[in-house]
């Protein structure tokens, strides 16, 4: 039995300066290799979650933190989030506010230098990654000249060269069409599965988690109140609405026949199962 | 939505001699320049001078973006020889050229102008041409490897990045503000954008704040560098050349009292009250166009 990578221990905590505590008795365990996709609402705490994770929350912007938060066997309050960085790679919503340098290659090399990677090595992870995300031949552009999509997958791809043990993206494609969201969670599916990173995913994209994810957490108003696999959690349609979330179209459409006596067996999370049931129900009625 | 505005003086990709030569040899060069051309007060020393640089910059292949830049030297060329001819900044006494109704033109203050001209000249084009010509990662990195402070050449980096971007905001601003009613222009129209802006600036900071410290920024360990900037023999030799050529005449005139030549060359009446009379039209016609061309854009 291995030991949770991301332990949070009944953790309340409180920015500086307010009454209503952001999160409220947090108790969870992520095990290493396990893909994470947090739901809630616009201001339920998900980001704060996601900050606890590398110390930002409390080292950086204050506040109260009580119970604990260990992460990689440490805890998070007692190191610098520049010390968490070497385990924790951070992508965060806003991606022009991440960029600091002239290039691309440079924004990407940023953290490869500060973690003293050779040289020799970082002229072979920079293409290597851009590439990954898509950005190849994009070495020399400035960042601030790239479009929304193209700066967050650079956002993505300065986190992964670092190849950390943890990736936490908060909301990493709202700038991105359809298939741009896609292949950055694909991406992230591809290092979960071969190299065995934990992802956690602050997402709202309901249909592209229940896809990718291995488990889902919804929280609201600061608390843990969904916690299981997507097939579970994600079909719970009535409960999620009352949260005021939306489960996968699929759900949706196969609840609702259910109410009407015409659906039987499990809710789907994803399209194709619901497609190939519904196309059973159309063969079975003509036949 | 992606609004790219570039700097208006920035870098212009190039291969040229000019392009290769290290960063810290072209910094020695602009010093230079700047220090020999406010210690000297010989105009030919200054003409060469500008010259040369302007030379360097048809090497470099940036003439166009060059001149397009050195447009701003028509308003304060023209202002400077205008009133250096009915005032100068010299000692007296003067020597009358001649006349334009109540005004008195010197020859004296013809040459001093030259002079203020030529410094001002001679410095902007080779600065100008080494910023044209510099990749600025480039120049951080050889400034770092100077031992200059991480942090400290971080904040120049990022201030650069960080015009083009307030631009921007400004302008979203703006529009947003006109797009609601707001009347006026110049001005009047930017300042109540500066709230928001700032703002949004020091937001823009605390977010990337974070960003950077979780990418390790600030860590205490060994840091590599990705840019990779070669000192060649070369590079030695064109900032040692550059030094030596810059101390010497700076020094030389020095030691010759500014190396004035006022005394030494006189401007006949005409040429005096041509100049002025050009400069003093160019200067008010560059004023009135400015003028008219706000008025009618709005």
Known sequence: MTDPIIRFDNVTYHYPGTEEPALRDIDLEIMPGEYVAILGLNGAGKTTL???VNGVVPTMLGGTLEGSVTVGGLDVGEYPVREMAKIVGMVFDNPEFQMSQLSAAEEVALGLENAGIAYEDMVRIIPETLELVGLKGFEERSPLGLSGGQQQRLAIAAVLAMKPQILIMDEPTSNLDPIGKQEVFSIAGKLNKEAGMTVVVIEHEVEVMAKFADRVIVIDHGRI??????????????????????????????????ARGLWTGP??????????QVRTMIGAARG | MTMTTALPIAMIPGDSVIHRINPIAKLVWVVGYIVLAFSTQNIFILASMAVFAFLLGIVAGVLKPLLKAMIILVPIGSSLLALQIIAPAVERPWTLAGSIGPLSLYGDGLYYGFVLLGRVVASLIIALVMVMTTHPSDLFTSLAKLKMPYTLNFML??????????????????????????????FSAVLPSFVPVFVGAIERVQQLSISLESRGFGSDGHKTSYRQVRVRVRDWIIGGLGAVLIVGLSVYSIIRGTWSLSGEIVFSGAFVTTLFAIAALTFFGF???????????K
């Not at chain 2, 004023?287 to 854009?297: K, L």
């Open chain 1, 225 to 258: 109140v969904m916690n299981g696999a997507p097939e579970e959690i994600l079909s719970r349609v009535k409960e999620l609405g009352a949260l005021g979330l939306r489960a996968p179209e699929a759900a949706v459409l196969a609840d609702d026949l259910r």
């Open chain 2, 287 to 297: 004023i009135a166009f400015t003028i008219i061309y706000g008025f009618t854009r």
């Open chain 1, 50 to 52: 996601g900050l606890c």
């Open chain 1, 267 to 276: 809710t789907p999370t994803t399209t194709a199962p619901a497609v190939e």
């Open chain 2, 157 to 186: 980096a990022m201030t650069l990045q960080l015009i083009p971007v307030f631009q921007r905001e400004f302008g979203v601003i703006m529009s947003a503000q006109k797009s609601r009613g707001m009347k006026g222009t110049g």
